[in-house]
Nanobody, 124 residues
Framework: VQLQASGGGLVQAGGSLRLSCAAS????????MGWFRQAPGKEREFVAA????????YYADSVKGRFTISRDNAKNTVYLQMNSLKPVDTAVYYC??????????????????WGQGTQVTVSS
């Protein structure tokens, strides 16, 4: 499975961005996909995730109500709509996918495939 993230950029506080993560290869191996982010000097942290076939979604408390994860099965693509962006949201955002039957959305080790990351910068 290969993941290609895109959509990052520079935006002012309060603005919006939509990230995309296109999957290719053996996408039948993907049971779930998620987004993580890593700010300079900080550890990678969970942002949002969803099961690929079902409707379950998961969000970090810091983004609930502002970010929405969605998917387009026909395009094998997962999106992260980010609204009301804050400077603290500045980070490199990574998409990831996993194939475990039992998984925790917030655990990076439960994800088997990772995209290359896309930079999101929110100015104050």
């Amino acid at each position: 499975v290969q993941l290609q993230a895109s959509g990052g950029g520079l935006v002012q506080a309060g603005g919006s961005l939509r990230l995309s993560c296109a999957a290719s290869g053996r996408t039948s191996l993907m049971y779930y996909m998620g987004w993580f982010r890593q700010a300079p000097g900080k550890e990678r942290e969970f942002v949002a995730a969803r099961s690929w076939s079902g409707g379950s979604t998961y969000y970090a408390d810091s983004v609930k109500g502002r970010f929405t994860i969605s998917r387009d099965n026909a395009k094998n693509t997962v999106y992260l709509q980010m609204n009301s962006l804050k400077p603290v949201d500045t980070a490199v955002y990574y998409c990831a996918a996993g194939s475990r039957v039992s998984w925790s959305p917030t655990i990076t080790d439960d994800y088997d495939y990772w995209g290359q990351g896309t930079q999101v910068t929110v100015s104050s």
